[in-house]
């Protein structure tokens, strides 16, 4: 079947701090890897993506790499900050029909 | 320019009651979708519309039922509301549903409180 799990939280990181938040998936296929962040009170935000294997989705620092062998996902950041605070998510896309599976969500909570 | 917009934005209700919630996309995009939040933050999708027609219907009470008049239009109806339908509701739109690296944009969520 369809699922992504991700590693739970919370987690709470000193700024400037190196951040790596596991994601591993089950999929039909090779599907299209997301990470989605949801600031408090906010929808969710596309943070970056993959379509294929060894593709890396980059944005505002944050990165993760696209393993196929693995199945995995994870999102890395060097160096984080406060406004990183948020929750993130892992999802794939199913091979039909365009449904996003999500993982459960990340706290990530960033002390100055 | 808010790209897709939902109201209303916070719904408290007494159990029983009907209620709905309106989504609209200004994004052009064909495809649009609601999910469901619950209180640990999982996501699950609820409904998928392409073009008007409903392509995605996962095991949701019949009490739920999604409206499209147009395009840019997913309206969420709920009868008979219930304590375990407290959550926040999530609308989302892609271009085209079979492209599989499209990405989902998600409006800001209804958070549905029923007491």
């Known amino acids: 079947g369809n699922s992504v799990t991700q590693m739970e939280g919370p987690v709470t990181l000193s700024e400037e701090a190196f951040l790596t938040i596991n994601c591993t998936y089950t999929a039909t296929g090779y599907p299209s890897l997301f990470w989605y962040v949801q600031y408090p009170g906010e929808g969710l935000q596309l943070l970056l993506k993959a379509t294929k294997a060894d593709d890396k989705g980059s944005n505002k620092g944050f990165e993760a790499t696209y393993r196929k062998e693995t199945t995995s996902f994870h999102l890395e950041k060097g160096s984080v900050q406060v406004s990183d605070s948020a929750v993130y998510f892992c999802?794939?896309?199913?091979?039909?029909?365009?449904?996003?599976?999500f993982g459960r969500g990340t706290q990530l909570t960033v002390w100055p | 320019d808010t790209a897709v917009s939902q109201t209303p934005k916070y719904l408290v209700t007494q159990m029983g009651n009907d209620k709905s919630i309106k989504c609209e996309q200004n994004l052009g995009h064909d495809t649009m979708y609601w999910y469901k939040q619950d209180s640990k933050k999982f996501l699950k999708i609820m409904f998928s519309?392409?073009?008007?027609?409903?392509?995605i219907n996962e095991t949701v009470p019949n009490r739920f039922s999604p409206k499209s008049p147009d395009k840019a239009h997913l309206n969420l109806h709920i009868n008979s509301l219930e304590l375990g339908d407290s959550a926040v509701y999530f609308c989302?739109?892609?271009?085209?549903?079979?492209?599989?690296?499209?990405?989902?944009?998600f409006g800001p969520g209804t958070r549905l409180t029923v007491l």
């Open positions: 989302a739109s892609s271009q085209d549903a079979p492209r599989d690296s499209d990405t989902q944009y």
């Open positions: 519309y392409n073009n008007k027609e409903l392509i």
């Open positions: 999802a794939h896309r199913g091979s039909t029909l365009g449904r996003l599976y």
